[in-house]
Nanobody
Framework: QVQLAESGGGSVQPGGSLTLSCTASGINLNLYSVRWLRQAPGEKREAVSCISTTVGSTYYEDSVNGRAIISREYDKHAVNLQMNSLKPEDTAVYYC?????????????WGQGTQVTVAS
């Protein structure tokens, strides 16, 4: 059974930092493109950042660009999202999503989410 797990969430003051981590069991996460998404209360889920596989290219949504760094730890089969200069509007549940195109079909998995709360 495949499971994605996020960790590293918590409560932090504005201006603080957190590093979220996405790990997987049952798949080799190093082979998958991985996205971080977030959903604030009453809002739609939105993409925050993603990292590809073969060339490791990255994407950042405008609101986190310059404050976030997505990276892989290949030895740990993990994808991390470091968030700096956190703002109250970053408060949300953060999810990781992994997908891989295999033989014309997508293999896709979601994590359960980790809460990030930014408040004084």
């Amino acid at each position: 059974q495949v499971q994605l797990a996020e960790s590293g969430g918590g409560s932090v003051q504005p201006g603080g930092s957190l590093t979220l981590s996405c790990t997987a069991s049952g798949i080799n996460l190093n082979l998958y493109s991985v996205r971080w998404l977030r959903q604030a209360p009453g809002e739609k889920r939105e993409a925050v950042s993603c990292i590809s596989t073969t060339v490791g290219s990255t994407y950042y949504e405008d609101s986190v660009n310059g404050r976030a760094i997505i990276s892989r730890e290949y030895d740990k089969h993990a994808v991390n999202l470091q968030m700096n200069s956190l703002k109250p509007e970053d408060t949300a549940v953060y999810y990781c999503f992994a997908d891989l195109l295999v033989g014309g079909s997508w293999s896709s998995y979601w994590g359960q989410g980790t809460q990030v709360t930014v408040a004084s």
